[in-house]
C-alpha cells in the first residue's frame, strides 16, 4: 500500500463517519457527489482518497455504504479492539474515561493514572485511578495499545518516555508541546487551543 | 495579505509555543532551523510560513523571539481578549471551563450553557450553568465572540444554528459531525476520535 498522509487518513475518519450516518437512515448506496457534500469537500478529494485503496465503487452506482464502511474500519483499524490508558486525572483525563466516541470506534479506556496521590484510588466511572510511579507494570498488566497524555506540560515529556519504556507504541498527546518520540513510535497532538486560535486568526483577518 | 491554508495557521500557533518557551527560558534569538527542529519540521517549511507576512528575521542572525512573537499573537489575533460561550455542560463542557491553555492565549470563558434543567444553575469553577433555551439572551449579555458546541451529536447541528442566529461568527464544534454553516461563519471542528484513529491506522498498517 502507498504511504497515504495524514489528511487522507482524517477524511477517510470523517467518511466512515458520514457512512454510519447513512446507514442508520438506511440509505444502501451512496456517490462520491454525497459523500463530499456531507464532508464539505470536493468529490474529486473523495475519489483520488478512496482511489488510494483500489476500486470500491462502480461508475455510475455509486458505494455500498456497509462494504465501504467494512473497508475503511479495515483500513483504519477500526474493527477490532485497543486497549488505552490514560495519564492523567485531571479535568481532560476525566472526560475521555467516559467519552462516548471512543467506546463506540472500538477504543476501550481500561486504565487511568496520576501520580499524585490524592487522585490515586478514586473512582471515575468504571476506573480506579492507579499510581502512575508503577506505569510499566500497570501498562503491562493491562495490555495497553494506546497512551493518553492528559498530565501538565512540564510533565508531557516525561511522560511520554515512561509510556514509551513501557512498550506504548502510539501516544495521543493532550499537553500543548510537541512530544518527541524515535522513529517507530507514532505520536499525535490534539491542542484544542490551536483550534480556537484558527477561529480567533479568521475573525482578525475576516476570512476563510 | 495571501490566503493562507488552515495547515499554516496550525503551524503559526506552534511556532507561537515554541517562541513562548524559548522567552521562558531567556532566549532572544532563534534560526528557522532551531524553530524547524522544535516541531518536527523543515527549517524551508518555517521560511516559507513565516515569508507569507513579509520578513522577519535577517539572514545569518536569525529571530528575535520577542519580537516574532508578538507579530505571530497579531496575526493570529491573541494579543486581546475574546469572549467564548460553551453550549453543553457534560464532561467535555466543563473540562474546558477551566482550560489553562484558553486562558493564557487570551479565550476568557465567560458563559456555558445546558437544556438541562438539572445542570442549569450549577456552579463550574468561575461559572454558573444558564438555561440554554435563552441562548440568544445570554449571548448578548455576554458579548460573545467564539461559540462552543458541546452537546451530543443530535444536537449539535441545531445548536450551531442558534449560535449563528444570535450573532455568533465562530464555532468550535466538538460533536463528531460536519457542521454546515453559511459563508462568513468559521467553523472548526474537533474531533479527538478522529487523532486517535490515525493512531490506530498505524498500529494496524506498521508505518507513519
Known amino acids: 500500500m502507498k504511504k497515504i498522509s495524514d489528511s487522507t487518513i482524517r477524511r477517510l475518519s470523517k467518511y466512515y463517519r458520514s457512512l454510519e450516518q447513512l446507514i442508520e437512515n438506511s440509505i444502501d448506496t451512496v456517490s462520491s457527489d454525497q459523500l463530499a457534500e456531507m464532508d464539505g469537500i470536493t468529490?474529486?478529494?473523495?475519489?483520488?482518497d478512496l482511489s488510494f485503496f483500489g476500486t470500491f465503487g462502480k461508475r455510475g452506482l455509486g458505494y455500498n455504504t456497509k462494504a465501504l464502511k467494512e473497508q475503511i474500519g479495515d483500513i483504519l483499524g477500526?474493527?477490532?479492539?485497543?486497549r488505552v490508558a490514560i495519564v492523567g486525572?485531571?479535568?481532560?483525563?476525566?472526560a475521555l474515561v467516559n467519552y462516548a466516541e471512543f467506546s463506540k470506534q472500538g477504543f476501550n479506556v481500561c486504565l487511568i493514572m496520576d501520580t499524585d496521590s490524592e487522585k490515586v484510588d478514586e473512582q471515575?466511572?468504571?476506573l480506579t485511578v492507579k499510581d502512575a510511579a508503577k506505569m510499566k507494570e500497570h501498562?503491562?498488566?493491562?495490555?495497553?495499545?494506546?497512551g493518553i497524555i492528559a498530565v501538565p506540560t512540564w510533565a508531557a515529556q516525561n511522560t511520554a518516555e515512561e509510556l514509551m519504556d513501557a512498550g506504548v507504541?502510539?501516544?495521543?498527546?493532550?499537553?500543548?508541546?510537541?512530544?518527541?518520540?524515535?522513529?517507530?513510535?507514532?505520536?499525535k497532538n490534539e491542542n484544542t487551543a490551536i483550534e480556537i486560535e484558527a477561529l480567533s486568526?479568521?475573525?482578525?483577518n475576516g476570512s476563510g
Do not use: C, M
Not at 78 to 82: A, E, G, T, V
Not at 89 to 94: E, L, T
Open 124 to 126: 471515575i466511572h468504571h
Open 169 to 187: 507504541k502510539a501516544i495521543l498527546n493532550f499537553a500543548p508541546i510537541s512530544i518527541k518520540a524515535p522513529k517507530g513510535i507514532h505520536v
Open 139 to 146: 501498562i503491562k498488566a493491562e495490555k495497553i495499545d494506546i
Open 43 to 48: 468529490s474529486a478529494q473523495v475519489r483520488k
Open 89 to 94: 486525572a485531571g479535568n481532560i483525563g476525566r
Open 78 to 82: 477500526l474493527n477490532r479492539k485497543w
Open 201 to 204: 486568526y479568521y475573525l482578525t
